[in-house]
C-alpha cells in the first residue's frame, strides 16, 4: 500500500481543515486505516482509525466531537475532517494503513505497516 497525505496548511483556531490520504493497492479496501500526528519533541500520537468497510471508527479522546474519519474504498481515500481546531493540535499529521481487523488496539502505532509522507497543519492562536 501506498499513501499520500495532502490538506495541511495553516489555519486560525477554530477553523477547519480536511486532510485526504490517497491510497494505491490492492489491500488497501481491507486493512483499517489511521491517522496519526507528531508535534516537535513529542511521541506520534493515535488521533483516529476507521475499520476496513467503515463501520467502527475510533478517535483520540482530545478530538472527539471535532475530528472525524471517513473512508472511500471505490477511489482510495481516507478523510479527516478537523473542525473547531486548536493551537495543540498543530503537528505534522500522518495517514497509516494497518491491522486487518477492527480492535481497542488500533491506537497502537507499531500495528501499522505503511505511512504516508506526513503534512503539516498550523493552527495560530
Known amino acids: 500500500v501506498q499513501l499520500q497525505a495532502s490538506g495541511g496548511g495553516l489555519v486560525q483556531a477554530g477553523g477547519s481543515l480536511r486532510l485526504s490520504c490517497a491510497a494505491s493497492?490492492?489491500?488497501?479496501?481491507?486493512?483499517?486505516m489511521g491517522w496519526f500526528r507528531q508535534a516537535p519533541g513529542i511521541e506520534r500520537e493515535f488521533v483516529a482509525a476507521?475499520?476496513?468497510?467503515?463501520?467502527?471508527?475510533s478517535h483520540a479522546e482530545s478530538v472527539k466531537g471535532r475530528f472525524t474519519i471517513s473512508r472511500d474504498n471505490a477511489n482510495g481515500t481516507v478523510i479527516l475532517q478537523m473542525n473547531s481546531l486548536k493551537p495543540e493540535d498543530t503537528a505534522v499529521y500522518y495517514c497509516?494503513?494497518?491491522?486487518?481487523?477492527?480492535?481497542?488496539?488500533?491506537?497502537?502505532?507499531?500495528?501499522?505497516?505503511?505511512w504516508g509522507q506526513g503534512t503539516q497543519v498550523t493552527v495560530s492562536s
Open positions: 497509516a494503513a494497518g491491522p486487518s481487523y477492527f480492535s481497542a488496539s488500533v491506537q497502537n502505532p507499531r500495528l501499522y505497516d505503511f
Open positions: 493497492g490492492r489491500t488497501f479496501s481491507s486493512v483499517v
Open positions: 476507521i475499520s476496513w468497510k467503515g463501520g467502527r471508527t
